[in-house]
């Protein structure tokens, strides 16, 4: 397949390149699905938030022109469309489950604080890129099948011939540098992925 | 409030319905509760946040979550069998270690001398290794194609598939295969590579990709890597193959390069006391798993040579031919 720069992608896009599409879909489809999951919860309802994204970048392809991170494009994006599937969410889950209704609230809460400004990308992709930049290969890769792959450690084990337990020191060690490494930048000290 | 709690809240792993409503009535208790979960939860956004050149430079083979058959197939084709079967009472323990290319990861598996392996790729292709040889295989392979890189001797049953086109690189020369069955002989130290080709159709490129020839079933390509020159003729492929069933198998060949062969087979090291039996030829065939003794003992009954084993410490044991007094 062939690959793109930011700004060519951005110009083939805008062009309406079917080519350069497929590509962007290949490469971010995943991302979003699994950063849609983490609000959203369902698998379902998060593919098919993917799917409205794709639709809405594809139909939409002259907008391109004025962006200029597509990361942060897509991210907002994204981020859109789940704030407006939980309103719905939200309007369904009133009388039918207050739980449900009392989650979604939080979550929607959280989400809307979520900042996916281009400065904001560019800051945080900077510390993200140090960190993963320290870590050794095996680790980086480990940790990124993990957070971008969203592969099970039993997989990865798998997929690399390696035991289970070296994956889980592997990602443990690299939390450990981001933990670190986004401290004083987000302010709190706690974090996830702890299994 | 127990923070363990929150964190799998946030990460949508906590499943009693009691536990969900204790972190929810926390949250809900006060503004400064839902900024700390408001942070906690985005943390994993956030450290997923990379722009386009950063996705582009550390690009994996993300796997695609249309179809999710295909996801599992993929999955079950990641796990890679490797079956090593050891020849002679040797011990010797394989290296498999993972080397990092600059774009995605990469086993290799190492065979020494007097060992020899077979292992099944991600794509289902199957692979014998003979001894003293090294292969280079990532864990899966990518959408468009698929490589491998070969120093050595291999004998490859490639998966067939039309999409995917399959590649041997040697240093010298690249096999390209849609599928089917080869045997590549790319020794390090020689100048020639061998390419022998059982069945399906494979084409020869050299390192610029320019094709240097298309082989038939039955025929073996020579490669002289010095005056790169090709030549192509029709041969019994057993004499190539045979190694993978542990025959070792020759027609007519000199005890140069039958030593050459042990010495990879069977981990020694053959030396000429004189000269002359080094052109001696031989036809046969030998089982590969027995001692090497027994090997030479046929060799010294059907002609005249000799031979003494000097046993070396920490180093291969050394074989010397000689002639036979008349």
Known sequence: ?195 | MDIEKIHQFAQNSLSGKDEIEEVVSWIESSGENQKEFNRIKNFWAYSGFSNFDTIMKNRNPILPLRNKTRYIEILKYAAILIFVFFIGALSATFIIRNIFTEELVCNEIIVPNGESAEIILADQTHVWLNSGSRLMYPPTFQKKNREVKLTGEAYFEVKHDKSRPFHVVTPNLTVEVLGTSFNVEALENSGILNVTLVEGKVRLQDNKNKVLAELLPNENAKYNVLEKKLDISAVNTVLYTSWKEGIMTFKDEKLIDIADKLERWFNVEVVFDQEQVKNLCFSGSILKNKPIDQVLEILKYTSRIDYTIEIREQQPNRIHFKGMPM
């Open chain 1, 1 to 195: 397949m062939r690959q793109y720069s930011e700004n060519e992608i951005l110009q083939e896009l805008s062009a309406g390149n079917k080519n350069a599409f497929e590509f962007l879909y290949d490469t971010y489809q995943l991302r979003l699905y699994h950063f849609a999951f983490h609000y959203l919860n369902d698998e379902e309802l998060s593919k098919d938030i993917v799917q409205d994204v794709f639709s809405i970048v594809w139909e939409d392809h002259k907008k391109f022109e004025g962006v200029s991170n597509v990361s942060s494009w897509l991210f907002t994006l994204t981020k859109n469309q789940c704030l407006k599937k939980i309103d719905h969410l939200k309007v369904k889950q009133k009388y039918a489950d207050i739980l449900k209704y009392r989650q979604l609230n939080i979550v929607q809460d959280a989400l809307t604080e979520l900042d996916t400004s281009p400065v904001t990308f560019d800051e945080i992709n900077t510390i993200v890129n140090q960190t993963l930049s320290i870590l050794s290969p095996q680790s980086r890769q480990i940790f990124e099948m993990s957070r971008f792959e969203n592969l099970k450690n039993r997989e990865i084990a798998e997929k690399l011939s390696i035991s289970q337990k070296s994956v889980e020191a592997h990602i443990t060690k690299a939390l450990k540098y981001f933990k670190e490494a986004l401290k004083n930048y987000l302010p709190f000290v706690a974090f996830l992925f702890l299994e």
